[in-house]
């Protein structure tokens, strides 16, 4: 009965939503498509948060989270694809910023925080969070190298730096899942703990894992078009919607996944989708759309400004400090949102 | 017997050097007014030890450090708000950027140290370290925030955003304490070692360590009026004074309790006063102060300058490297005082 | 038999290449003189890894390791010296960072990469991991310190500065030194495990070690002249030669002993190979090599470029979030590699 009532929800509200998207706005103001776009994430979100548990069953709590933030971020590599047509690099570096410390403070913070109230002190495999703490370092120094030395190159070297920079990357990236997918698996996993039946069967979960994506990808498109009518009208800065705003949407499905495995008691899951995710936008999605500007004839860099490099620097930081010893308790969570809102804040004023 | 010499002494030396402040100036050199009032703080602040050495005998280690800390920095905060009162916001804010690497870096230095020589490791609760490493990167990170994003900003945006920064640092650092006085209180305290009795009863216990931080404010107040005079006399800048020599005296509270414990193998409560203190400075004491700085009619900011803010980052990333694995030896301390010793140096030629 | 093979190759290969660097840039071109020079330091290199191990039996890992390190930095002080005389402050300042990021991240890296590749996981002193966290940090604070002061300073005041900074970090050193070897020799050295016989008798490997650092540091310099056409002909920035091509070939020493380590899952001995040789550089050659300057009349600063700045601070942090857990996988080591390649790209384009 529950879930009939959930599905009818779920269905509804992603419908209406894509009939203000495609038609509504002559009829009905921005504040209103707003609210309707906002309910149908939530919906989504919630159906993707339940798909993931239930591949998570299957996989094991690593590779679903890795799967979660996959399909996330694979919604938000074909946005951005369409930015860099339009030559938007600024658009698209802002909304890069905005996954990497959206996942690492706010979707990380929120999954701490609300895990924490309900257990005292969550654990996760201390080992998997010893390399999480290197590679975030990695995606510091990786943005921050061809920013800092730009100003003594010319700007087609500075090209040349960022495409040998994000080729690197890349094989770094693929290397990382060689080692931790394939020759050190059992040494980052999570115990597997069993609670009760999934709730579908293993083919249904991993389509319902790429349908949910599918949706939450449309889903975002259609509440960030309704963003922007809302920034104009309270003159928000591009930076400010790019790494804050859009970021907060567009992290949906990290967002509604990594909050349910908290609570879950999960909180190894939750971490992987966080960081997990983070670490696949600075290190592959980043490096991978530099690469694929160059088909469309200008090549983008991957020189970030000086504000972008403070908010991933001071975010990975922090994330890494906490997440080390492999331990998490609520406290940690409202560190991580401390310095989100501290952030947002600066960026709001800029 | 030699308690009653030590109590004449204390008194003494005491009086002695408050005549010497509100009347003396006329009669004798600034050089015996600065010997006078030494004396007396090295008594006073062995007082102090004693009194927390035995409140902590009842209440704990943390909760005895965390009286100390705080008794400690009632005394800064008041002189504080006198300079405010004045708008020396230069000066306050040079004596913050003082009270927190002396205290990360000298007090705990010391301690490490001198404990060190007598103890071959000295271990203390691995989880508060934890999470006194990302309190301290906290504390980095919302001083820092403020001033890197202050050239795109206003005058009266920089009043804002330092304005929200501290309301959201004291709510932060309040529920620190709900933390770690409250739910996790068991987690984050060392094992209770009970060595012989207390020398007092518990209310004459926390009626002396009050009392003996009302005279080391008073005491380290009248030395640091000395201190103007040599300062004058030897050229030395306003902020090699603030950040300096008026912190080691300022200290002094710290200083003496902090060495007493870890002298008697309580390095967890050495720790506690001092990392415990900076803490509290960076991430109450300042915040207050601008707030409290709006009752005054200008608004102290947060932004401190690029020397201050490398001192307390390299303060804060020492402290939290060599307090992270829960156990100190004597080479640490020497870290930690080589860091300090140039600092000074490079503050002192600037 | 198959000694006998490499006693002939070592010996030829090396007189070859002394004839070579003496007689022979007449008569034969400079690409045949590399590749001379370049065989005979692989088989020094081997001689001096035999040696090393040799000596490693007897002693123990870390102080095999030890003397590796400074007998391969005897040689690079030597070249310095002279550099120095010349005036050439900007090469030695290249070459020492070089030396230290070298070491870290190319030393390091290999082998911790060819180590992971053989063991699954390798493990060393988790202690002397802490301590050799934080003394890189002191390493980045000491050189970073002259650099962001500077621009406040006279150049005499500069120049004080360093004599200052130099002293106290050669007494820190000297002081880790008697920590590491003395007071707490037992907690940092890694069980010792025995592998059959050594080559040698005792006396026999401590003088191959003295014989083997002395060809190498000929076989260096040989190598190191036959670089400077090449980087003349490709147009190479001084930097980078200083920094890169001449320092991978001058940690030659390192290299060989670290990796041959490494393959005999002796890790411990690799990781004092190359981060105790960095922190010998760091804390004693650079700070010496200022004091020894004062003797030629013109002192040299420590003040490094922020390149350089950035190429040792970005090496620190990640060497030290890799080997702060005491254990190390092939992964880790493609970690420290990408680093070094990335700052390797970034300093050949400026």
Redesign the interface.
Known sequence: MKRHGFTIGLVGSFALSGIVHYAGAAFIGSTVQFIISAIAIIFVAGFLGKATESVAHYAGERVGGFLNATFGNAAELIISIFLIKDGLFDVVKASITGAIIGNMLLVLGLSVLLGGMKY??QTFNV?LA??N???M??AV??L???A??TR??TSN?TI??SV??SL??IV?YL??LF??MV??KD?LTDPVVEHGEAPWSKGRSVFYLILATVMVGFGSEWLVGTLDAFSHQFGLSELFVGAFLIAIVGNAAEHSAAIIMARKNKIGAAIEIAIGSSLQVALFVAPLLVLLSMLFGKTMDLVFT??EL?AIG?AA??A???S??G?T????G??LL??Y???G??FY??
Do not use: C, M
């Open positions: 005292r002190e080992k010893g390399h703490g290197s590679l370092l990695l120094i990786a921050f190298i061809p800092a030395f003594s190159l070297e040349n730096l040998v920079v690197i990357l770094a290397l990382w080692f931790s020759t050190h040494d000086t504000y403070i001071v930081f922090i890494k400090s906490i080390q010893d331990a308790t609520w406290y940690e409202v560190l401390v310095v809102v501290v952030l804040i600066a004023l800029v």
